[in-house]
């Protein structure tokens, strides 16, 4: 049984900062990317970071120079430092991972529960 819970979300006013924090347990053989996604009331499931097992990131447009992924892959942690947040930042950040429990199981992709941001003063 794999799980990926998220943590870290809270309220915040604009210009604030946050850290989410997505770690993976279970029987877990190897995990290739992780992602952050968010979705915010009446939109659509959308991605915002990713980051593979040796370090390879991409960033949507939007958080570029505010938003920094990063990952433990000893403690099969992820984090996503968001710094100077904004009120449409304000979404649920659900974190996944492709990931292989056994070294000849094929890959498949796990999400979390997902943890509320909320930017606003």
């Known amino acids: 049984q794999v799980q990926l819970v998220e943590s870290g979300g809270d309220l915040v006013q604009p210009g604030g900062s946050l850290r989410l924090s997505c770690t993976a347990s279970g029987r877990i053989f190897s995990i290739n990317r992780m992602r952050w996604y968010r979705q915010a009331p009446g939109k659509e499931r959308d991605l915002v970071a990713s980051i593979d097992s040796g370090g390879s990131i991409v960033y949507v447009d939007s958080v570029k120079g505010r938003f920094t992924i990063s990952r433990n892959n000893a403690q099969n942690t992820m984090y996503l430092q968001m710094n100077n947040l904004k009120p449409d930042d304000t979404a649920v950040y659900y974190c996944?991972?492709?990931?292989?429990?056994?070294?000849?199981?094929?890959?498949?992709?796990?999400w979390g529960q997902g943890t509320q941001v909320t930017v606003s003063s």
């Open positions: 996944n991972a492709d990931l292989k429990v056994n070294y000849d199981s094929r890959t498949m992709t796990y």
